[in-house]
Protein backbone atom coordinates (compact mmCIF):
# COMPACT_ATOMS: atom_id res chain seq x y z
CA UNK A 1 0.00 0.00 0.00
CA UNK A 2 2.97 2.27 1.01
CA UNK A 3 4.63 1.57 -2.33
CA UNK A 4 1.42 2.69 -4.54
CA UNK A 5 1.22 6.08 -2.72
CA UNK A 6 4.20 6.62 -3.65
CA UNK A 7 3.97 5.82 -6.77
CA UNK A 8 0.85 7.76 -7.05
CA UNK A 9 2.69 10.91 -5.58
CA UNK A 10 5.65 10.68 -7.92
CA UNK A 11 3.43 9.82 -11.21
CA UNK A 12 4.17 13.56 -12.16
CA UNK A 13 8.10 13.09 -12.50
CA UNK A 14 9.21 13.03 -15.82
CA UNK A 15 9.67 9.55 -16.90
CA UNK A 16 13.50 9.26 -16.73
CA UNK A 17 13.16 10.24 -13.03
CA UNK A 18 10.09 7.67 -12.39
CA UNK A 19 11.85 4.08 -12.95
CA UNK A 20 14.83 5.22 -10.89
CA UNK A 21 12.03 5.77 -8.06
CA UNK A 22 10.16 2.33 -8.55
CA UNK A 23 14.23 0.83 -8.36
CA UNK A 24 14.24 2.74 -5.33
CA UNK A 25 10.81 1.99 -3.52
CA UNK A 26 11.28 -1.73 -5.07
CA UNK A 27 14.67 -1.87 -2.58
CA UNK A 28 13.03 -0.46 0.13
CA UNK A 29 10.42 -3.17 -0.16
CA UNK A 30 13.19 -6.05 -0.59
CA UNK A 31 14.99 -4.43 2.70
CA UNK A 32 11.59 -4.28 4.98
CA UNK A 33 10.78 -7.99 3.90
CA UNK A 34 14.24 -9.10 4.36
CA UNK A 35 14.26 -7.82 7.85
CA UNK A 36 10.71 -9.33 8.57
CA UNK A 37 11.62 -12.45 7.37
CA UNK A 38 14.88 -12.76 9.64
CA UNK A 39 12.70 -11.25 12.99
CA UNK A 40 9.89 -13.78 12.30
CA UNK A 41 12.28 -16.53 11.72
CA UNK A 42 14.23 -15.22 14.90
CA UNK A 43 11.38 -15.13 16.35
CA UNK A 44 10.50 -18.88 16.06
CA UNK A 45 14.05 -20.05 17.07
CA UNK A 46 13.33 -18.32 20.40
CA UNK A 47 9.96 -19.60 20.72
CA UNK A 48 11.07 -23.27 19.84
CA UNK A 49 14.17 -23.17 22.02
CA UNK A 50 12.24 -22.51 24.95
Avoid at 14 to 34: G, H, R
Wanted: glycine letters at 0%; aromatic letters at 8%; hydrophobic letters at 30%.
Amino acid sequence: MYARKVMKSTSWAPSSVTPNTQKVCAATVQQLFKNTTLNSSRHCKHIYSH
